[in-house]
């Protein structure tokens, strides 16, 4: 089996314990798919945009953070990155998000993008209340980056909400119809290679909280996917041109009705393997292979 040289970048500030476990799974995978893979922090991968690395260079580069002008430069210089620096950012931003999936005519949430905030201004809580008119009391604000439910708000009524925007600032955020039959619990799809290889149902620590995010508390159960829910996952990967990604799902008043929440282009890899006993760290190695042995732009 050919030998091949990756590296693993990863967040040059963030190192909570889970993240270390993370990586560890990912180059204990690695080597046994015989991919050799070494772990750099972003600092320590300078690139010049537009400019050929002089230094060895590796056959891919694992980019498992969210810094896309590194990510961007480094494909720039020719390497293969899983994800791309685009992919990455599309599926990091929940607005653009939104809008990929939309052209594509996949079922996302109603969401409306709240108006930009230059630093110095103030948001005005009427634009809260203009959305809710459209979407509903409660209405859920959601930061465009953020991760393991720490940015994603609930507001009850305009008061909450002006909170919610004061406490967000100028950062970019959007506004989501909450869909009741879904809090508390969604269904976490691990797409790698253009295949859903499992899934898991999540549900809150409480029934006070309706984000069901391990990070916050939740835990998660093996679920069988639907056709549907299989189809919504792979195509809303596709859309965004994930090599791998942790696809939230929410439910409707019925099985026929799932709307995409949030696609992860850096997801936790260990609630999954706990809930499903599958490592799809293994997964992505293989497909990692199989690319590098048959290159293929994926859509
Ligand atoms: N529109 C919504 N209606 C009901 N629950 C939601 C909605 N949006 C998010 N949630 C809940 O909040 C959780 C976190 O939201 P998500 O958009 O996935 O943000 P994060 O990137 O922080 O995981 C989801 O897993 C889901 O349980
Ligand atoms: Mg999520």
Redesign the pocket.
Known sequence: MENYNGWLIVNSYYHPAKFTSLYKMLQEAAEKANLRLSKWTSEQRPTIIGSLAREPRPDFVLYWDKDVFLARALELSGLRLFNSGKAIQLADD?AETALTLAEKGIPI?DTIPAPTCFPGCRRNPATAVQAAKILGWPL?I?ENK???????Y?ARDEKEAEKILMHIGEHDCIF?????E?????I?VTVVGGKAICAME?H?ASKQE????I??G?TATAHSLTPLEERLAVDAANALGLDFAGV?I?MGKDENER?I??V?SNPQLQSTFDSCGINPATNIMWHIRSQLKNPAIVE
Do not use: H, M, T
Not at 146 to 152: E, H, I, K, R, Y
């Open positions: 929940k949430v859920v959601k953020g991760s393991f439910g720490a940015q994603v609930l989501q119809r909450f869909i009741q879904s809090a508390g619990k969604d976490r999540r809150s309706f984000r069901s995010n990070g916050a939740g939230d929410l709307y929440c949030e992860n």
